[in-house]
């Protein structure tokens, strides 16, 4: 009984990681734009300054998103789409300058989203490997990559926690981070569509963060309830979206 339950929920986390994955494309086509040359359009400082804001954005929305929980509780999942669909239309009415100011409140927000759905699975936000664990999933591939579904090295990155600083892992996200970051700036950069194109990809980056924190906690929680070591139930989840990309492409 408990073997089917655990299948259960693990095809249950392949749908959702399948669905996370699925409207990165579809949005860039809406929007008349290709991956590979959103970032081409940026100022070419901006691109090589890119990691380093990414960093600092990263580390500011660390610090805030763990502040306000003290202050506000966690929100549901409609609402946290809510607002940075909001926060992004804001930062694309005025181009790059509004764009750059926005991004460290929706890095906050996104980060705030995924301590709560840690804390809906059954973690401590504030212990120090659940805090490693919600950047990591900014380590997955972001909504603008091309992404078939098929890598979750993100799921089986671990680090040895001893030794290891938040500066450290912030440092090991960034660059992955920066260059999904950098083709959401890229979308906002025109005024006015900007603020069409913030709003819409904020929407898409909300919904597949909050996808993809269920799928990495959802892991974790079911290798402790159920007695399996981690990497044996990313492999198990690895075959299911495998396998349902196969069936579709067949």
């Given at each position: ?82 607002v940075t ?99 959401k700036l ?65």
């Amino acid at each position: 009984m408990a073997e089917q339950s655990l299948e259960g929920q693990i095809a249950d986390l392949a749908q959702r990681y399948r669905r996370a994955n699925s409207p990165g494309m579809q949005l860039l086509t809406l929007l008349g734009g290709q991956a590979e040359g959103l970032l081409d359009r940026l100022p070419r400082p901006l691109r090589a300054q890119l990691d380093g804001a990414t960093e600092r954005a990263l580390l500011l929305a660390l610090n805030a998103a763990e502040q306000s929980r003290g202050v506000v509780g966690d929100q549901p999942d409609w609402l946290n789409k809510a607002v940075t669909s909001a926060m992004g239309a804001a930062g694309g009415v005025g181009g790059i300058p509004t764009a750059l100011a926005e991004l460290p409140v929706t890095t906050a927000i996104l980060l705030r989203s995924i301590q709560g759905i840690a804390a809906e699975q059954g973690f401590d936000p504030t212990a120090e490997n659940v805090r490693f664990d919600c950047l990591e999933v900014f380590g997955a591939a972001g909504p603008l990559s091309r992404d078939d579904g098929a890598d979750m090295g993100f799921l089986t990155a671990r680090m040895a926690l001893s030794g290891a600083t938040m500066q450290r892992v912030v440092a090991m996200v960034a660059p992955r981070l920066g260059a999904v970051l950098g083709q959401k700036l890229a979308a906002q950069s025109v005024p006015v569509i900007g603020a069409v194109a913030g709003a819409a990809t904020n929407y898409t980056f909300t919904s597949y963060y909050q996808e993809i924190a269920r799928v990495h906690f959802g892991l974790r929680r079911m290798a402790i309830e159920h007695d399996r070591p981690h990497d044996e139930l990313v492999l198990a989840l690895q075959d299911r979206v495998r396998g349902g990309v196969e069936r579709r492409a067949g």
